[in-house]
């Protein structure tokens, strides 16, 4: 945490830290909502300010974070992660998409 003009300002671990989620995590959501963003749709998370490759999140936009941690349901981002793993989650893609048949 730091302290700028008065207003707190904390890291992305210190946020995982006050949701119960770990760093990456809160990480992954905001790349998530780079993507969105990029594409014209809304963001899941506050974005960030960014010092170097620190993200920095206002005690206002920490609330906010948590909150949505406590809304989202396991696999709401699932085709996200897939997508970042490459040829396996293409593997993942087809089975989930009802096209995968056992190789005898």
Same mark, same amino acid.
């Given at each position: ?8 300002y ?6 995982a ?21 990029? $594409? ?8 960030a300010? !960014?010092? *170097?490759? #620190? ?5 206002? @936009? ?14 709401? $981002? ?9 040829? !396996?989650? *293409?593997? #993942? ?5 009802? @096209? ?5």
């Amino acid at each position: 945490m730091k302290i700028v003009d008065g207003k707190k300002y904390f890291t992305s671990g210190d946020v995982a830290a006050l949701c119960g989620k770990s760093q990456q995590q809160v990480n992954n959501w905001d790349k998530y909502s780079d993507q969105l963003e990029k $594409i014209g749709g809304m963001r899941l998370i506050p974005k960030a300010e !960014r010092e *170097k490759r #620190i993200r920095w999140y206002t005690e206002a @936009q920490a609330v906010e974070i948590c909150q949505f941690s406590e809304r989202i349901s396991y696999g709401d $981002i699932a085709p996200f992660s897939r997508t970042r793993i490459g040829t !396996r989650g *293409k593997e #993942i893609d087809v089975k989930m998409n009802g @096209q995968y048949r056992c190789q005898r």
